[in-house]
């Protein structure tokens, strides 16, 4: 029995050994098609990520020359510190590129708010136009935050609804109003994360499950309208995953 436990545990290590190598090589296979997307598009990359690599490796071999003492040591420090900045900064310009290309398109702001890493609760199109304009719902620590994309004079009041609807049933907890786009008073798509990210704290995670709750009850009862059909996902977000890999291996 003992011995058949033990194969048994054998079996899985070597399996769950094979699937962390399939999902190591899928990595590596998207970052390689990503960058080749990239430096297609964006023909400063490459010189970009040289430069990056030759300033790293040049600094470390001065300070090495000058201030350590040991030139041979400092180089290859520098070399794979400007390998791992390179790697961060070929992220950065595909998470700019996706943007680009996601501005505009309905349904953009909904795939930004998903890929919000982090405890953000997100219920997309929770309510919105037959034009494809929409209201999406975000639970944070700073509150509630409702996020409307479309035309402003469409979603403005279907965005004053919503926060009302929304009011009855948190309480005093904050409820905040964005529109994404790039008018006066708008958030711009490439931006709207980190002006989420910068919104105050104001409750703990277990009034966020309660209001969550709250909020599911609510659009279950009718309050809050017929949702509308999410919007297609902009045209490159595959490659903001590949942004958010390359990210974790520039880390």
Same mark, same amino acid.
């Given at each position: 029995?003992?011995?058949?436990?033990?194969?048994?545990? =054998?079996? @899985?290590?070597?399996?769950?050994?094979? /699937?962390?190598? %399939?999902? &190591?090589?899928? *990595?590596? $296979?998207?970052?390689? #098609?990503?960058?080749?997307?990239?430096?297609?598009?964006?023909?400063?990359?490459?010189?970009?990520?040289?430069?990056?690599?030759?300033?790293?490796?040049?600094?470390?071999?001065?300070?090495?020359?000058?201030?350590?003492?040991?030139?041979?040591?400092?180089?290859?420090?520098?070399?794979?510190?400007?390998?791992?900045?390179?790697?961060?900064?070929?992220?950065?310009?595909?998470?700019?590129?996706?943007? =680009?290309? @996601?501005?505009?398109?309905?349904?953009? /702001?909904?795939? %930004?708010? &998903?890929?919000? *890493?982090? $405890?953000?609760?997100? #219920?997309?199109?929770?309510?919105?136009?037959?034009?494809?304009?929409?209201?999406?719902?975000?639970?944070?620590?700073?509150?509630?935050?409702?996020?409307?994309?479309?035309?402003?004079?469409?979603?403005?009041?279907?965005?004053?609804?919503?926060?009302?609807?929304?009011?009855?049933?948190?309480?005093?907890?904050?409820?905040?109003?964005?529109?994404?786009?790039?008018?006066?008073?708008?958030?711009?798509?490439?931006?709207?994360?980190?002006?989420?990210?910068?919104?105050?704290?104001?409750?703990?995670?277990? *009034?966020?499950?309660?209001?969550?709750?709250?909020?599911?009850?609510?659009?279950?009862?009718?309050?809050?309208?017929?949702?509308?059909?999410?919007?297609?996902?902009?045209?490159?977000?595959?490659?903001?995953?590949?942004?958010?890999?390359?990210?974790?291996?520039?880390?």
């Amino acid at each position: 029995m003992a011995k058949a436990q033990d194969n048994a545990s =054998k079996e @899985a290590k070597r399996a769950a050994k094979v /699937a962390r190598k %399939a999902a &190591s090589k899928e *990595r590596r $296979q998207q970052i390689w #098609q990503a960058f080749q997307m990239q430096r297609k598009e964006d023909k400063a990359l490459i010189p970009l990520m040289v430069g990056t690599i030759v300033v790293a490796t040049l600094i470390f071999a001065l300070l090495g020359e000058f201030v350590f003492g040991s030139l041979w040591l400092m180089i290859p420090l520098g070399l794979i510190l400007g390998v791992l900045l390179s790697f961060v900064l070929f992220g950065r310009r595909v998470q700019r590129s996706v943007y =680009k290309k @996601a501005e505009g398109q309905p349904g953009a /702001a909904g795939w %930004a708010l &998903s890929n919000i *890493r982090g $405890q953000w609760r997100v #219920q997309q199109a929770v309510t919105g136009t037959s034009h494809l304009d929409a209201v999406h719902r975000v639970i944070g620590k700073p509150g509630v935050i409702l996020v409307g994309e479309g035309s402003p004079s469409r979603i403005k009041p279907i965005l004053s609804q919503e926060k009302k609807k929304a009011a009855r049933v948190v309480g005093d907890t904050p409820i905040y109003e964005i529109l994404v786009g790039d008018g006066e008073g708008m958030v711009p798509l490439s931006k709207l994360e980190k002006h989420i990210r910068k919104l105050p704290s104001n409750i703990d995670r277990k *009034r966020m499950d309660a209001l969550e709750g709250r909020l599911a009850a609510l659009k279950a009862k009718g309050a809050s309208g017929p949702a509308m059909p999410k919007g297609p996902m902009p045209q490159g977000a595959k490659m903001r995953n590949v942004s958010r890999t390359t990210r974790r291996r520039g880390a």
